[in-house]
């Protein structure tokens, strides 16, 4: 190798100087701001933290399903907390969960899919109470089920389910629906006797304690239709994030200290009678984690909890005010931590935001998570994955032109 191509090469080696010159100099190029990830990490140690802001949730409208599953905007299907006497004060009850089981139970169709349907319905006819911007009619970040977001409170600490959840951004709020999984479709099309069992025992639980008119009495001898509910539509902010959610509610206690709802509703739970410390910290970790989810999220202060025997019959009742489970389980060092939860959460409906951002109901973003993974995401135009029918967009199309 000659001198002047050893010089060369060392030239191309050493670094460039920076020239005063600005015709032998290039501009410094502006940051971009990074592209938003493609996927979001769930494990629980990633989002331990102080617990993020979340205001209490206030309700601000409410409609009812009745036995055929038609949409009413009013209260006609709440129930009434209404306890026996002396079943609180420790009284085993008895009460039979399986009675009514082969010739008193009417039960909805889940192959029927109905998506937003019922909370876009209450949309429609209450926009005035919900307010707006300039630039959208309806003044909210998100809107979705109460079971929606307890699916993704609980994703750090699930093990067994995935979800798939579809997205779609609509003059400027986003829409969250969840989609079947095949593991869901899968189950559901093999469900056992015994498992529509243990379904139908939670809901004949519910007709022990409950009236349909605030000074009746529970009538456990109607028929069980799972067609019907009593559904809540309350405001609530995480963090940052602003939205609309409807939950179902089991029963107003018309006892409660507070009577203004949501905190005169009451949650009613049934489980296996706990036998042993296994299955008392499976309890800890499962239940009460969804429990709290479920009841947090929309404000409900007390759970009714009964404990069925091996036949069927409910052992004992017992109360747990949300409030208190954090601290019911905190002992346990491989139990759940709400901020957890509520960071996660927090998390992902900031992934949400930075990604969807075709304002285009017939755009889909599906976002799917498997345990021991990432979320992720993809993009759909297909109209089998539109989760906001034309009827609403036409009425909340005619709602901006009329402004």
């Known amino acids: 190798m000659d001198s002047n191509t050893r010089t060369k090469k060392e030239d191309l080696a050493r670094p460039l100087k920076r020239s005063h010159d600005a015709s032998s100099c290039t501009a410094e190029q502006p940051k971009r701001p990074a592209p938003p990830s493609s ?7 990633s989002y331990k933290g102080a617990f993020p802001f979340f205001r209490l949730p206030s309700e601000v409208g409410r409609f009812s399903l009745d036995s055929e599953r038609h949409y009413h905007g009013d209260s006609r299907k709440l129930r009434y907390y209404r306890p026996p006497p002396g079943v609180e004060r420790g009284v085993s009850p008895g009460w039979d969960l399986m009675d009514g089981y082969e010739d008193r139970f009417v039960r909805r169709d889940e192959n029927v899919k109905e998506g937003l349907l019922h909370i876009l319905t209450w949309v429609k006819e209450n926009q005035e109470l919900l307010g707006e911007s300039k630039s959208r009619p309806l003044d909210r970040d998100f809107v ?5 977001l307890t699916k993704i409170l609980c994703t750090p600490y699930e093990n067994q389910e995935g979800w ?29 006797t015994m498992q529509d069992k243990l379904m139908y025992s939670g ?11 605030r000074d009746g009495q529970p009538s456990p001898t109607e028929v069980v239709n ?23 509610v089991d029963c107003c206690d018309p006892q409660a200290s507070n009577s203004n709802p949501p905190f005169c509703y009451v949650e009613l739970k049934s489980s296996a009678k706990i036998r042993n410390q296994h299955q008392q910290r499976s309890f800890n970790r499962y239940k009460l984690l969804k429990w709290w989810c479920q009841s947090f999220l929309i404000g409900i202060p007390l759970i009714v909890a009964g404990f069925r025997d091996s036949e069927g019959k409910v052992a004992v009742l017992q109360n747990y005010r949300t409030s208190d489970i954090p601290h019911l389980i905190r002992k346990d060092q491989h139990s759940w931590d709400p901020a957890v939860c509520m960071n996660f959460c ?41 989760i906001l029918p034309a009827w609403y967009i036409e009425a909340m199309n005619q709602g901006t032109a009329v402004d």
């Open 39 to 45: 996927s979001l990490n769930t494990h629980h140690l």
């Open 144 to 148: 979705t089920w109460r079971g929606h």
């Open 164 to 192: 798939l959840l579809a997205v779609s951004l609509f003059k400027g709020t986003l829409y969250i629906s969840e989609r079947e999984t095949e593991v869901a479709r899968k189950k559901r099309e093999e469900k056992t």
């Open 203 to 213: 809901y004949k639980f519910e007709s022990y304690l409950c009236a349909e008119l």
């Open 226 to 248: 799972t067609n019907e509910a009593f559904c809540s539509v309350l405001l609530a902010r995480l963090s940052k994030h602003s939205f609309l959610v409807s939950g179902e």
């Open 346 to 386: 927090d998390a992902f409906l900031s992934f949400v935001k930075n990604l969807v951002t075709r304002d285009d109901p017939r755009v889909v973003y599906l976002f799917s998570w498997e345990p021991g993974r990432d979320v992720t995401y993809s993009v759909h135009t297909d109209p089998n994955y539109f």
